[in-house]
């Protein structure tokens, strides 16, 4: 698809719920979490400090949106993001927000030395 192309109603809404669902700060941590290597909801849990029933629900909301994908090893399923896009766009979003976060950092350092 060009950048150019107009997006579909359908399209449009789908793009729409998945930065709501993107909206949880649990959710984010999930995926961050996961975009690490395959997790199983106990690591995630344990790891996060969230509940495994609150970890699952957001991974059939996330599995939903097609943003992590399953895998089952022997007996245990695994949860990991679904492809590289996803990836790429949850770490260019935080490097830009530490970006910002180090701007203000600097420029509040700058006027208390002024």
């Keep these: 698809m060009n950048k150019a192309d107009p997006l579909s109603t359908q ?8 930065f709501r669902l993107l909206g949880d700060p649990s959710r984010l941590r999930i995926l961050l979490h996961c975009e690490e290597g395959p997790k199983s909801v ?3 849990s344990e790891t996060l400090e969230l509940s495994q029933s609150l970890v699952s629900h957001h991974l ?6 097609r943003l992590v994908t399953r895998v089952r ?9 679904s492809d590289q896009h996803v990836g790429d766009v949850l770490l260019d ?6 970006e910002e ?4 950092a600097e420029r509040d350092a700058s006027v208390q030395h002024s």
């Design 73 to 81: 090893h022997s007996k245990q399923m695994f949860y990991e993001i």
């Design 42 to 44: 106990t690591d995630i």
């Design 11 to 18: 399209e449009l809404n789908f793009l729409s719920e998945t």
């Design 93 to 98: 979003m935080l490097s830009h927000v530490r």
């Design 101 to 104: 976060r180090e701007g203000v």
């Design 60 to 65: 059939r909301l996330l599995r939903g949106a």
